[in-house]
């Protein structure tokens, strides 16, 4: 068997998440392509627990009329939690302190600018610029958990084959949390609920948004052996 570095190393390794998009739309082919590259995810017991709505053109540009007009009313409605007081007081939280500090640097916006922060934040409710979102809601069996758990790997497939075909997208938590407004928009039942969305498109090389990447934490803080010699010592 190959033990070489393959093409799809490159893919998952140069993958990105972009925070401001230049305003050219993907194709229809290329759309389609992406979304048969992700509807190849698995699931459990292949449930395929995946509804989504992919909103682009003047739908896109009044969905986020939308959304900005929530978050300057504070209707907010979530499906699921958020807080970063859950990460609690270790490693978590300090990543994703740390996440935050390096958006904000590359962005030259310093801690004490607050209003430019939530300037800042509101750029996600304009889908960073991007022609493309895709909105990703999921049935809730028992806990949720193992259909959440599905639409992840969806969206990995998702981000993935963006990234192959040269386009960028972004996961986007906060558009969750106006999931009532989005509902309303697209006409959604009520039974399906908004995980998270994806802005894609093609990334602005020019951005100071786009001019840094997240590195990982070494192996050994997530990864534990048993039996399996050698594999942390490689380098």
Same mark, same amino acid.
């Given at each position: 068997?190959?033990?070489?570095?393959?093409p799809?190393t490159?893919?998952?390794?140069?993958?990105?998440?972009?925070?401001?998009?230049?305003?050219?739309?993907?194709s229809?082919s290329?759309?389609?392509?992406?979304?048969?590259?992700?509807?190849?995810?698995?699931?459990?017991?292949?449930?395929?627990?995946?509804?989504?709505?992919?909103?682009? =053109?003047?739908?896109?540009?009044?969905?986020?009329?939308?959304?900005?007009?929530?978050?300057?009313?504070?209707?907010?409605?979530?499906?699921?939690?958020?807080?970063?007081?859950?990460?609690?007081?270790?490693?978590?939280?300090?990543?994703?302190?740390?996440?935050?500090?390096?958006?904000?640097?590359?962005?030259?916006?310093?801690?004490?600018?607050?209003?430019?922060r939530k300037?800042?934040?509101?750029?996600?409710?304009?889908?960073?610029?991007?022609?493309?979102?895709?909105?990703?809601f999921?049935?809730?069996?028992?806990?949720?958990?193992?259909?959440?758990?599905?639409?992840?790997?969806?969206?990995?497939?998702?981000?993935?084959?963006?990234?192959?075909?040269?386009?960028?997208?972004?996961?986007?938590?906060?558009?969750g949390?106006?999931?009532?407004?989005?509902?309303?928009?697209?006409?959604?039942?009520?039974?399906?609920?908004?995980?998270? =969305?994806?802005?894609?498109?093609?990334?602005?090389?020019?951005?100071?948004?786009?001019?840094?990447?997240?590195?990982?934490?070494?192996?050994?803080?997530?990864?534990?052996?048993?039996?399996?010699? =050698?594999?942390?010592?490689?380098q």
């Amino acid at each position: 068997m190959p033990t070489t570095a393959s093409p799809f190393t490159d893919i998952v390794r140069s993958r990105r998440s972009v925070r401001k998009f230049l305003p050219d739309p993907l194709s229809p082919s290329e759309i389609r392509g992406v979304l048969e590259d992700a509807q190849a995810a698995p699931s459990n017991c292949n449930t395929q627990p995946w509804t989504v709505h992919v909103v682009s =053109g003047a739908a896109r540009d009044a969905l986020s009329k939308e959304l900005l007009q929530a978050d300057e009313e504070e209707r907010f409605s979530y499906d699921f939690t958020f807080d970063y007081a859950d990460f609690g007081d270790g490693a978590y939280l300090d990543r994703a302190h740390n996440h935050a500090a390096t958006v904000y640097q590359a962005m030259g916006i310093p801690r004490s600018d607050r209003a430019a922060r939530k300037a800042a934040a509101r750029e996600n409710l304009d889908f960073y610029g991007a022609p493309h979102v895709a909105l990703l809601f999921m049935p809730v069996f028992g806990d949720g958990v193992r259909a959440a758990g599905d639409i992840g790997m969806y969206a990995q497939n998702f981000l993935l084959s963006l990234t192959a075909r040269g386009f960028d997208g972004i996961p986007q938590t906060m558009l969750g949390f106006y999931a009532d407004t989005i509902r309303e928009f697209l006409g959604v039942p009520e039974e399906l609920k908004l995980l998270f =969305g994806i802005s894609f498109g093609t990334a602005d090389p020019a951005a100071p948004a786009n001019s840094f990447r997240m590195g990982r934490v070494p192996l050994e803080h997530s990864v534990v052996l048993h039996e399996t010699p =050698g594999v942390l010592d490689e380098q």
